[in-house]
């Protein structure tokens, strides 16, 4: 497998564009350093897509965020060229990157999920009736998000009702659909998961920020969030989050690697937030962090993550 060539995509034009290209970088570092030999870096943007097709790569290992690397758009391009990648399918991709169709499919299929409601823009005109709305559905305090975000980008947490006008706003900068969610509280984790048919489970990690809440500056600056492995919960728990984390795997489709984020509801228990099908891979990300804990080393981790696509 070391003789293929592969590339290695990141950058993109998301609002998560400079976290791909730590993630890139990282990961092409990685793979060098595991004996690829036929390795490049390929800084996505929007006039040179056609590139990839171009150079022809046994493989690509996708480490693009957001929009356009997570969403289905590249992962249909690389299935029409008949090119390998890395990470779930195009449907999956586009399911996990909206968290209102994500979380759809986790309540029917009766995974554990906060209570939540959606608007489109165009339904949201009246803001003194959305309020009203709102607060009756979900009630106080909530999270306001954009639904195709990631990285904690258009993300609001909401005390008061007064505050709904404001926050719902700035959810709509981003797109036309609202996802409105309670508040959970509780110990906030992460479960790293690999593999397509057999599936390895990372140990879990448990996140803590020296900020109200883990937002993008608590999850890129140094020193202002902690992560703890694994995560301090009990037996139970752990069991708990283990058996719901891979079926949430399984239900949502997805291969080769992807990170199942949960809430410890200290009532309702464990709580499945969002799936990441590109999960970070920078020096600060939480799936490298899990793999070293278990003794995978970063240069093993990408080559798995790669040998799953090929």
């Known amino acids: 497998m070391k003789n293929k060539k592969i590339m290695v995509v990141c950058g993109g034009t998301s609002t998560e564009r400079e976290v791909s290209l730590r993630s890139g970088k990282a990961v092409f570092e990685g793979l060098k350093r595991a004996g690829f030999s036929d390795l490049s870096l390929f800084d996505l943007k929007e006039d040179n897509m056609s590139e990839i097709v171009e150079a022809h790569p046994d493989c690509v290992f996708i480490a693009l965020h957001g929009k356009g690397g997570e969403d289905g758009c590249i992962q249909g391009m690389l299935e029409l060229a008949g090119i390998r990648y890395t990470g779930p399918d195009v449907s999956t991709s ?26 489109r823009k165009d339904e949201c005109e009246d803001i003194v009736a959305l309020c009203d709305e ?6 106080l305090p909530m999270v306001l998000k954009s639904p195709c975000q990631g990285s904690s980008i258009g993300v609001v947490m909401v005390k008061k009702k007064e ?25 906030e984790l992460t479960l790293p998961i690999m593999g397509n048919s057999d599936l390895t489970i990372l140990p879990d990690i448990e996140i803590t920020s020296e900020r109200e809440f883990y937002d993008y500056t608590a999850k890129y600056t140094s020193g202002l969030c902690h992560h703890i492995i694994p995560s301090r919960i009990s037996d ?25 984020d949960f809430i410890i509801d200290k009532v309702k228990g464990p709580m499945v937030i969002e799936v990441n099908t590109v999960p970070g ?3 600060m990300s939480l799936f490298p962090d899990s793999a070293k804990y278990a003794g995978i080393s970063f240069e093993e981790l990408v080559t798995r993550i790669l040998s799953y696509a090929m």
């Open 94 to 119: 586009a399911i996990c990157m909206n968290k209102i169709r994500t979380k759809q499919i986790l309540k029917s299929s009766l995974i554990p999920t906060a209570n939540f409601t959606f608007k």
């Open 134 to 139: 709102l607060t009756k559905k979900i009630g």
């Open 163 to 187: 505050e709904i006008p404001e926050a719902v706003k700035e959810i709509f900068i981003y797109g036309d659909e609202l996802l409105a969610e309670e508040f959970l509280t509780g110990v």
């Open 236 to 260: 139970e728990e752990r069991k708990a989050v283990v058996e719901i984390g891979e079926r949430t795997y399984r239900e949502l489709g997805c291969r080769g690697f992807s990170r199942i």
């Open 281 to 283: 891979m920078t020096e």
